[in-house]
Structure formats: C-alpha cells, structure tokens
C-alpha cells in the first residue's frame, strides 16, 4: 500500500516486492517538488527560479498573491497545454512502467485521471484505476474514492491543468454510494483532527466528514489513506476500524503492508 508517491519510481519498483498486490492511493505525479524546485512537472515548464518564488508565496499563507503569480506564469505559455500533457504523459509512463506487482489504484488531488487511463490503457500495464467503485481482492471488499476536497471559497486557478478536486458534496456520494466494504481506500483522510493536521506545514487539510460517517456506521477493518505528508498521528482507531495514513511514499519509501 502506498499515496503520495510523487514521482519516486525507483521506491515505487520495490514497493510489490514479494506482494500478491499494490493498492496505491493516489499522488503519482509529482507536479511541485518542494524539496528541489528544478524537478516536478512544474519545475520542467517554469524552471527552479520561478516554482522557488510560487513555493515561498504558499509556504508563507500568500494564497491570493500565488494565484496572481501562477496565474501569470501560465499566461506566459503560448503551448501550455502541449507542454503539460508531455510531462504528465512522460512521468505516468514511467511511474506505470515500475510496477512489480498486479496494482489497484485511486487517484489522487495531484493527478489526472483521464490521462492515467488513456497511458495505462496504452501500456498495456497490469494497473486498474477505481473511483466510486469497490472490488473483491484476496477475499475481502475494497472500496475506492479518489480526489481531495475543493475549497469553496476559493476558485479553481486558471492554468493548462486542474488538480483533481471535488466538492464535498461530490466526494461524500461517492462514498455514500459504495456498499460496506472491509477496506475503504481513500485518498483523503476521514475528518479527524490528528489525522488532518500536518506538523510541518502548521496547518490542517481537509479531511471527508462523509468518509467519517461511512466508517462509523459500515465499522470496516481498515480506513487507509494519505494527503497529510507529516500528520500529528498516523493511526487512529475508530471503534474497530483502524484508520491509517500509508505514509509519504516519496519521502520515506516505504509500502504499508497489511497480511490476513
């Protein structure tokens, strides 16, 4: 089990070693490298000067100030969407072609699911994208919802790609809409305070209320799930569930492994 992978393909081609499979939940891509600016999708297009100023904008709560200046950055691009469709294509083919073991996937807020499967699907990849949907593995239900929640108050940027947000009403029927699984496999944590609240970026995500819901009245094995790279806690139990963020698969590269 891994999120949050962001590119590391040479932890990702270790990651199935020895598995019967890979659940992956989501953040293949790796859009804005915060770590080495140059690097990511964005670093490929703008360059490490300028994604090093977009970075310093939202690191220091500039929000309004780093959607003027992303905004104009992309303005600047007279072949935009050519560019973008390249390095996510390049990077998918590369993340997809790591695989070692049958993988079963839900993508993530920093991802695009139409090119994931148009690329998988090109590749002929053992690797399967669910969204609102659940499946039988190895005897147990696993029911997946990918995306992260969109803040209503703040309009989507304008660019040449759109992270893969969703409403929190649109996000709550997909999960309200899968049967009782054993595993709900998210991308996005359920709203738990311990769970939403990243120690190093001093501030909460935003986590599902209905993903909540739907682990208090099905009372599944496992809620499993990233998006919070460095969280206050890594593990709540919430009655018999037990509600587990898998980890920064990039920074640390390591899978969380589950037996039964």
Known sequence: MVSDVHGNAEALARAGDGADALLVLGDLLDFIDYREPGKGIMGRIFGAEKVTEFIRLRTEGLREQA???IRGLWDELSDGPRLVSEAITEEYA???????APAYATAGNVDSPELWR???AELGTDLRLFDGESIE???LR?????????LMTFPPTKSHWQPYLRSPEEFDAAVAGLPPVDILATHIPPAVAELTYDVVARRSELGSYGLLEKIRADRPRWSLFGHVHQPLSGRVRIGPTECVNVGHFKRWG????INW
């Open 142 to 150: 696993i029911g997946f919802v990918g995306g992260a929640l969109r």
């Open 67 to 69: 959607g003027v200046y």
């Open 94 to 100: 590369r993340l997809f072609t790591a695989l070692s």
């Open 254 to 257: 390591r899978p969380y492994v």
């Open 137 to 139: 593995l190895g005897g």
């Open 118 to 120: 148009k690329i998988a």
